[in-house]
């Protein structure tokens, strides 16, 4: 059982920048770095999205078209947080974002991931 909880959303004006944090830990202590990572964003009305996808050694990532050269996904397993780092935000960017991990690294064809955070919100103003 792996427990992930988001935390970096906010207000930010069009532009800007946010850096998204995921801290993950386990029920029996046990290794989360033996876990792909990835981060997904609802906005309103709309499906929830694949952002940004690590592999557990950091070694591979993939992005959805629309963050590409824009967001950068990141790990640090000694201190099992994951990073969304996210630059040139507009307002298309406006949703609940949440981290997941799952034995495979996530693409854009992902739907499903085993584990969820809440989720944290990001809003871009005009």
């Known amino acids: 059982q792996v427990q992930l909880v988001e935390s970096g959303g906010g207000l930010v004006q069009a532009g800007g920048s946010l850096r998204l944090s995921c801290a993950a830990s386990?029920?029996?202590?046990?290794?989360?770095?033996?876990?792909?990572m990835g981060w997904f964003r609802q906005a309103p009305g709309k499906e929830r999205e694949f952002v940004a996808g690590?592999?557990?050694?950091?070694?591979?990532?993939y992005y959805a078209d629309s963050v590409k050269g824009r967001f950068s996904i990141s790990r640090d397993n000694a201190k099992n947080l994951v990073y969304l780092h996210m630059n040139s935000l507009n307002h298309d960017d406006t949703a609940v974002y949440f981290c997941?991990?799952?034995?495979?690294?996530?693409?854009?064809?992902?739907?499903?991931?085993?584990?969820w955070g809440q989720g944290t919100q990001v809003t871009v103003s005009s």
């Open positions: 386990t029920r029996t202590g046990s290794r989360y770095s033996g876990y792909a």
């Open positions: 690590i592999s557990w050694s950091g070694g591979t990532t």
């Open positions: 997941a991990a799952d034995a495979s690294i996530p693409t854009a064809a992902t739907k499903t991931m085993r584990y």
